[in-house]
C-alpha cells in the first residue's frame, strides 16, 4: 500500500494519541479538562485519533477554532471606518460630550469582538480559566504570525507587469496601496 500503508497510519495515530496525553496530563485540574484526560489516555491506544473519539475535545477545537478565527477577523477588518448611522439607514445623530461633536463611526473590527467575548465565556464555563488562557494566547500569536508575514509579504519587490497594470484605471502604482 506504500507510504500510506495501515501500519504506517496506525503508528501516526499512536504517537499523536502519546503527544495529546503527555499534553492533557500538564494541565491543571478541572472538570471537563480531566474527562479530556482520562478519555485521552483510555483511548491513547485505539487506531482512531483521540481528537475523533470524545466529543469534549472536538467540542474544545471547534469553539477554539471559532474564538481564533473570529479574532483574527476582527483584527483585519478592523481597518474599515463606516458610519453605523448609514449603515442601519437611520439619521445621524450627531451628538456633543465635553466639547467634542460627531457621530457614531466605528471601526469594522466591533462587529466580530462581541462574538469573541461571548466565546470567552462560554470556553470558560466548559473549559476553566486555562482553556480560555491557552486560546488566548493562541490567539494573539497567530495574530501577530499574520501580521509579520503580511508586512513581510508588503515589502517584497513587486513583479514589474504588475506596478503599472491599473495605469488606465487610475492608479499609476499597485504598490503604494500597499504601502
Not at 495501515?6 to 496525553?21: G, Y
Not at 488566548?136 to 497594470?165: C, E, K, R
Request: a positive charge; aromatic letters at 16%.
Amino acid at each position: 500500500m506504500g507510504w500510506f500503508g495501515k501500519n504506517k497510519i496506525r503508528i501516526l495515530f499512536q504517537k499523536t494519541s502519546s503527544f495529546f496525553v503527555q499534553v492533557f496530563s500538564i494541565l491543571p485540574e478541572c472538570q471537563y479538562l480531566d474527562f479530556l484526560r482520562k478519555s485521552m489516555i483510555m483511548n491513547s491506544r485505539s487506531n482512531l485519533a483521540p481528537i475523533f473519539v470524545s466529543k469534549p475535545v472536538r467540542l474544545f477545537i471547534l469553539l477554539g477554532g471559532f474564538f481564533v478565527a473570529n479574532a483574527l477577523v476582527a483584527e483585519f477588518i478592523g481597518v474599515k471606518i463606516f458610519s453605523l448611522e448609514d449603515s442601519l439607514g437611520l439619521e445621524r445623530w450627531n451628538w456633543s460630550i465635553l466639547g467634542q461633536e460627531g457621530s457614531l463611526n466605528l471601526t469594522a473590527g466591533v462587529l466580530l469582538w462581541p462574538i469573541v467575548f461571548i466565546m470567552t465565556d462560554v470556553i470558560n464555563e466548559y473549559y476553566g480559566h486555562r482553556g480560555v488562557q491557552i486560546l488566548s494566547y493562541l490567539a494573539v500569536g497567530l495574530i501577530t504570525y499574520a501580521f509579520v508575514m503580511i508586512n513581510l509579504a508588503i515589502y517584497l519587490v513587486p513583479a514589474d507587469f504588475w506596478v503599472g497594470q491599473a495605469a488606465e484605471a487610475g492608479v499609476p502604482n499597485l504598490q503604494t496601496a500597499f504601502r
